[in-house]
């Protein structure tokens, strides 16, 4: 095998690999799908028990409400990439994402980037003692859930 040949295939094949469609990446599976609802799950717990404490209680225990405002922040950023691929009820039968997710990905996509930018801002409304307005973006966002869930999401 001549020399050029020899030091161009690695390069070759790293474009090779490059260029595979997207057709040709690994597929969701079953425990892509249960980690998904999963982390839901425990975002709407932690959602809710902040939302009592902040709305509900009008607590003032600023550093007890950053606990769950920072466990909000973390795991929804597991959130983007496990929407990467489509899984359709037929193939996931436990899968709650409605067919809207994949056939209006934008908006979709909007509405999580939003999701995720109001969980921030409340922590910062918490981390700087500002309670009342983080008690009011809570409530915008819970607004928000509730009209993204009619959309994209199966109950």
């Not at 249960?34 to 717990?45: G, M, V």
């Not at 980037?113 to 409304?125: V, Y």
């Not at 915008?140 to 009619?150: D, F, G, K, L, P």
Request: hydrophobic share 40%.
């Amino acid at each position: 095998m001549p020399v050029f040949l020899r030091s161009t295939l690695p390069v070759l094949f790293l474009l090779c690999l490059a260029l595979l469609p997207v057709a040709a990446r690994a597929e969701i599976t079953a425990e892509d799908v249960n980690l998904r609802i999963d982390t839901f799950d425990e975002i709407d717990r932690l959602f809710k028990a902040l939302r009592f404490k902040v709305v509900n209680q009008r607590s003032d225990n600023r550093q007890g409400a950053m606990v769950y405002s920072r466990e909000l922040v973390e795991l929804s950023y597991r959130l983007p990439a496990l929407f990467d691929e489509p899984s359709p009820r037929e193939i996931y039968p436990q899968s709650r994402a409605r067919p809207e997710i994949w056939n209006r990905k934008a908006r979709y996509d909007f509405l999580l980037d939003e999701f995720l930018d109001n969980l921030e801002m409340i922590h910062d409304h918490l981390d700087k003692g500002q309670m009342s307005q983080a008690g009011q973006l809570i409530d915008r966002t819970a607004q928000s859930c509730r009209r993204c869930h009619n959309t994209f999401r199966y109950r």
